[in-house]
């Protein structure tokens, strides 16, 4: 009976234990990295985060957000996610050094709370540095216009949905004005400043938002912090959406291409380059791209790949090195500085390339101008012994072997000949005179 009773006090304790483990258990808060360019791979990161974090039943998604802005249609495929989401999503500019310009600021306002860590900054939202495309000097003013008041409706909705500041938005689009975290909070930017996450959460318990189901008030107290790291498949579009990368993909792929089809059967660079061009193809397709620009930088490989056929004197080699240098330049059609291609990756990857095409077009015309050594070609120019007089027609030794030789000029036997063509099984000769 003792026995029974000592099981039974055991058994009450462990039940109690773990309820009161489950109440000290608090709300859990997805935590997501998107630090970079914002292309349409982050938007679908975003959007599936969401998803996800309902999925765990978060009590919200907090987006850690550093970027300098990106594609106009991915932002607004974000700030539709972030105002149809079913959980609370916290927008952080952090850490220290990290902004919100461009479109991070309409995703930033999106947010159902929008925070910045001290030492950061948001703004710069003008509609030609969001990805609309286009400066000023290359569109009607009329259109120009149109695109400005749109991208400043679009903001100040954002903002009004949000009860934040309309006035700054509008002037951070038309403007293109930037302000930092502690501004940002005096003007009504954002709600709260906070040097890290653990005091974000601390400073928004019971705040309260609209959710689009309705509202709800945000509970932190003994909050779980689950950081999401980006998958690898996620990671890897992400990273080849990258201007920069995309870029070394395009010549990585057509330097494979052009190798594999200056020299037929090396396999690996031909499966290489037709691999590299693919993914590069995908990176483009989520970009900014000027056509002109690809069609020229294709158009010098195929000068490179004609000056393996025609001897220009290196005339074809200039030629594809000035269309590789204009295709790159002109190769994303956009003024945000955050779509462009770096010149510090610019300027190596164009002396690379050029000295691959010019390496391998050397070692081709290399292998054209050498001699032979097997075949019709390789008897051109050698010496053979007259076995036989030859009279219009005679009998030669050669490389092991007897041939029938014509001469213009007789020749007797035990003369010295050189081949001079091969017609057919017949050499032509002429003799060696001393």
Known sequence: MLKKIKYALIAVFILAGLVAGAQDKGPVFNVITVDGVITSPTAKYIAASIEQAKKDNAEGLIILLDTPGGMDTAMRDIAKSILNAPVPVIVFVYPSGARAASAGVIITEAAHIAAMAPGTNIGAAHPVSIGLGG????????????????????????????GRSEEWVEKAVRKSESITAEEALKLNVIDFVAPDVNKLLVAIDQKEVNLAGGKKKISTKNAVINHKKMGTREGILSAISDPNISYILLLVGLAGLYFELSTPG????????????????????????NYTGILLIIFGVILFIAEIKVMSHGMLTVGGIISLVLGSLLLF??????????????????IVASGFFMVVIWLAVKAQLRRHFSGAEAMIGAEAKVMKDIDNEGEVFLMGEYWKAISEEPVKKGARVKIIRVDGLKLIVEEIKK
Do not use: C, H, W
């Open 135 to 162: 400066s000023p000097e290359d569109k009607d003013k009329t259109m120009s216009k149109k695109i400005e008041n749109d991208a400043a409706a679009y903001a100040r909705s954002i903002a009004k949905t949000r």
């Open 266 to 289: 090396a396999i690996l660079p031909g499966v290489i380059g037709g691999i590299s061009l693919l993914l590069a193809f995908f990176g483009l397709s989520t970009l900014p791209v």
């Open 333 to 350: 059609d956009t003024p945000e500085p955050a779509l462009r291609l770096s010149f510090q990756v610019l300027v190596p990857a164009i």
